[in-house]
């Protein structure tokens, strides 16, 4: 059975700092993994989707990197702003299985 | 082309009354799954559909819930006899066919139990 984990669960950073978020996955038998955004009472934005044969993606200030092998992917947010405020999850699939399975999230502060 | 669509947004319900939750997946998108995100919970999968049939129901709980994706109209996610444990955010997503790349979601609904 996945199980995906987000850590930190929490994380207040100041404006225009870089920062990583992290997420791990216990099976390595992933279709690919995407990151998501939420913001507060919303649905669900899709960011970056990694496919299992890739190393990263990149768009705009975010670069997600996916190494099957420890069962690890970050996320990079380059110069922070306010906007970039939300809760990110990331969530894989396996092969051959179409329901995602989720982190519990980090929620992301930045402080103007 | 429109999003996948949810409605209502927002419903709420008294213990033991039925809750109907429909999704319209986005046009051309035959697959349909629900997800449901308890409060300071992640999303957890409850089903996955295509039309007129059930292909994953692992996530279901066992009573008082049932999902249907009928040959016409929307998805429709319904529980009866609601309990205050069933409060929480209902995701609808959609996906053209099987081997999609990703599942686009809808803005939810929530659901509250008083």
């Known amino acids: 059975k996945q199980e995906v984990t987000q850590i930190p669960a929490a994380l207040s950073v100041p404006e225009g700092e870089n920062l990583v978020l992290n997420c791990s996955f216990t099976?390595?038998?992933?279709?690919?993994l995407q990151w998501f955004r939420q913001d507060p009472g919303k649905g669900l934005t899709s960011l970056l989707l990694i496919q299992s044969s890739q190393r990263e993606q990149t768009s705009g200030r975010l670069n997600a990197s996916l190494d099957k092998s420890s069962g690890r992917s970050t996320l990079y947010i380059a110069a922070s702003q306010p906007g970039d405020s939300a809760t990110y999850l990331c969530?894989?699939?396996?092969?051959?299985?179409?329901?995602?399975?989720f982190g519990t999230g980090t929620r992301l502060t930045i402080i103007p | 082309n429109a999003g996948v669509m949810q409605n209502p947004r927002h419903l709420v319900r008294r213990r033991g009354q039925e809750a109907r939750l429909r999704c319209s997946p986005m046009?051309?998108?035959?697959?349909v799954y629900w997800y449901r995100q308890l409060p300071e919970e992640g999303l957890k999968f409850m089903v996955y559909l295509q039309k007129e049939n059930i292909i994953d129901e692992s996530g279901m709980p066992k009573e008082r819930f049932s999902a249907e994706f009928p040959k016409e109209g929307p998805s429709i996610l319904r529980i009866q006899q609601v309990v205050r444990g069933d409060s929480a955010a209902y995701f609808c997503?959609?996906?053209?066919?099987?081997?999609?790349?990703?599942?686009?979601f809808g803005p939810g609904t929530r659901l509250t139990v008083l």
């Open positions: 099976d390595s038998a992933i279709y690919n």
């Open positions: 969530a894989a699939p396996n092969f051959g299985n179409e329901k995602l399975t």
């Open positions: 997503a959609s996906s053209p066919d099987r081997e999609a790349d990703t599942q686009y």
């Open positions: 046009k051309g998108h035959s697959h």
